[in-house]
């Protein structure tokens, strides 16, 4: 089993940063993947950021040029670092890992960005 706990969200205004912490219960060494989601009521639960074991970083469009997706295997802890947030950024964002045929999610983290 994997726990793993998201922090950093909060309510920013459009333009400003935030950076999202997921520290997860193991060494993540050896986890083949791990993102970021994020979901808005209503919808589906989309991909924001995804970071491979060896490191290959993968954005949605929308966050493109924006977002910045990162791993310390040594503190187990995945970062997405978000700058030139807008409105549409809004939503609960979620950590997830994937890890010998299992996937793992946290808790999420709202994040709110005012116009």
Known sequence: Q???VESGG???QAGGSLR???AASRNIFNFN???WYRQVPGKQRELVATITRN???DYADSV???FTISRDNAKNTVYLQMN???PEDTGIYYCEADHIG???WGQGTQVSVSS
């Open 102 to 104: 299992s996937t793992y």
């Open 84 to 86: 030139s947030l807008k």
């Open 2 to 4: 994997v726990q793993l």
């Open 33 to 35: 993947v791990m993102g």
């Open 20 to 22: 999202l912490s997921c």
């Open 10 to 12: 909060g309510l920013v």
């Open 64 to 66: 493109q040029g924006r």
């Open 55 to 57: 490191g290959r970083t």
